[in-house]
């Protein structure tokens, strides 16, 4: 079984599913007592956040240089940075890395294509809906890629930053994600794209009459078949 080095606190509380998902899924396949080996490191999310605010990202990359090193240094044989938005840096850091890095877009497109479907709306952080870093590598499997409305995407972003990242669930914030699911499906979205993984804490499948795809599961099956397999 090989070492899986998270890069979490982004936020601490979709990295408590990464945890808890991994480790079952590797009991799941040897069963008995057996759990993932993996090394943690956690992201105070505050200094991330008044990085955003400033439009530093090169402050942001550098943190990650930080939690990679110490990870690979550690003994991690592969990384996963647990969050979509973090993904935007993912190319440049696998040109640095000794170890892979499993992209959790080029984990999703690979299931998109699976599921055959063609056209999906994505969900996620302002960056991620409306920058190319993430949609890039869906459209290269042939994947057409539909967002929402600039207003639906200011919703989306604020409830991420100030409900679901401190553990927040309402159900008013609930059924206006849904009408958005709703809107895009309208568009001619096939399935829908929970691209950050704290929105899968607040939709689930059975929530919306089209397939989801989870990105945090999606992401942690890849993760334990890179240890596994």
Known sequence: MKTLG???GTGWVSTVEYYRLIN???????????AAKCILYSFNYAEIGALNRRGDARGVYNLLCVATEKLESAG??????????????ADELVKKLKVPLIDIAEATAHEINQQQ???????????????????????????????????DREFIHKTILE????????RDS?????????????EGAEAIVLGCTEIPLLIRPEDV???????????CRAAVDFALH
């Open 6 to 8: 998270l890069i979490g």
């Open 24 to 34: 079952e899924m590797v009991n799941a396949e040897l069963g008995g007592l057996n």
């Open 76 to 89: 991690a044989e592969c990384l996963l940075l647990c969050a979509n938005t973090l993904h935007q840096f």
């Open 117 to 151: 479907c063609s056209r999906v709306g994505l969900l996620g952080t302002r960056l991620t809906m409306e920058a190319d870093f993430y949609k890039s590598k869906l459209n290269r499997r042939n994947i057409d890629v539909l967002v929402p409305e600039k207003d």
């Open 163 to 170: 409900e679901l990242l401190k553990k927040l669930f309402k």
């Open 174 to 186: 609930k059924m206006r994600f849904i009408r958005i699911i709703e809107d895009l499906k309208k």
């Open 209 to 219: 009459d089209i397939p989801v795809f989870d990105t945090l599961k999606i992401h």
